[in-house]
């Protein structure tokens, strides 16, 4: 299989006017920084694993009968806990290999 190359040109770029350098510095400023993304991602895992521990409860005491949906909430609870934990492996990783680099 052959791969092809094409060029495309590239559009036009116009110089930006000042209201749209202060709209672009605006919405920089509402953008939330990585400590905040990771600390909503953990929120949201902690929040997952509490829904599945009352569904587990609930379940226990007879509360509930609908197995399939304490099924539900403890996979969706364990498969957000893996990501998280693959998430901070590849964070370790990542600043044990720029320390490598320093050294």
Known sequence: MKL??????????????????????????????????????????????????QAIEALSKGETKDIAQTMMAVEKANVSFQLMTQVRNRLIEAYQEIMRMQS
């Open 4 to 53: 092809q190359r094409t060029l495309i040109p590239a559009p036009s770029v116009k110089k930006p006017t000042e209201q749209e350098n202060t709209e672009s510095a605006s919405s920089s400023t509402e953008k939330s920084s990585f400590s905040d993304t990771l600390r909503d991602s953990i929120d949201e895992v902690n929040r997952l694993q509490e829904q599945a521990d």
